[in-house]
């Protein structure tokens, strides 16, 4: 049972560069998010997809984007990465939305130059 | 303004000791309040929830309490251990017309020494 895997775990990056950071959950879980974590502050969220097929912006979502074409995968998108786009990327996800007990991803490290 | 305060930032305590972890809010209208625990390298794991009605809930060597109208929340960890240092975030969740809504605090980052 893996729960949700990240990949990559880390990566640097050239900036103006499109990367897709990949999250896969086998729970089934309905909800899934993406969120961003620096130094200092708490966990924001990008974007999130309340059930497969629909996707929503969080308080973070600009250069993002997201899609949910299936249940279990929830990619995220930088079309052209920025340095202030340096962070760890963590994807969660919940039973339901709404339902508040998020399960996350062991986090992906991105550097961008 | 939603927030989540926590304090202190970071705290270094010896093996064995006890300590506290605090976690203020201003969130409106509230709906529960989560700690989680963040081992370096990994993502949040949930520790306990806490409703509206709750004061105290426990999960092993961790207390969490709460009271809703100072709206503060602890943190009570007992007889520390070295995999106990970790960063443990407070999550308060807002329910403005029926979506849950996490606001996350800043975290403690919590060093047990032997």
């Known amino acids: 049972i893996a729960g949700i895997t990240q990949a990559p775990t880390s990566q640097i990056l050239a900036a103006g560069r499109r990367m897709t950071l990949r999250c896969t959950q086998d729970m089934r879980h309905n909800a899934m998010y993406w969120y961003r974590q620096d130094l200092g502050l708490g966990l924001r969220l990008i974007h999130y997809s309340n059930t497969a097929g629909t996707t929503g912006k969080g308080e973070v979502p600009d250069g993002y984007s997201v899609s949910r074409a299936n249940t279990d995968d929830f990619p995220l998108t930088l079309a052209s990465a920025v340095p202030s786009q340096t962070s760890v990327y963590f994807c969660?996800?919940?039973?339901?939305?709404?339902?508040?007990?998020?399960?996350f991803g062991p986090g992906t490290r991105l550097t961008v130059l | 303004k939603n927030q989540v305060e926590q304090s202190p930032q970071s705290l270094i305590i010896l093996e064995g000791k006890n300590c506290t972890l605090q976690?203020?809010?201003?969130?409106?209208?509230?709906?529960?309040l989560r700690w989680y625990k963040q081992d370096t390298g990994r993502g949040p794991v949930s520790l306990t929830i806490m409703t509206f009605s709750e004061n105290t809930k426990s999960n092993g060597r961790y207390t969490a309490t709460l009271d809703a109208d100072t709206k503060q929340s602890s943190l009570h960890i007992t007889a520390s251990q070295l995999s106990d240092s970790a960063s443990y975030i407070c999550?308060?969740?807002?329910?403005?017309?029926?979506?849950?809504?996490?606001?996350f605090g800043a975290g403690t980052r919590l060093a047990v020494h032997p």
């Open positions: 976690c203020n809010y201003t969130v409106s209208p509230f709906s529960n």
């Open positions: 999550v308060v969740s807002a329910n403005p017309g029926g979506y849950n809504k996490l606001i």
């Open positions: 969660a996800s919940s039973v339901q939305a709404g339902t508040n007990e998020q399960f």
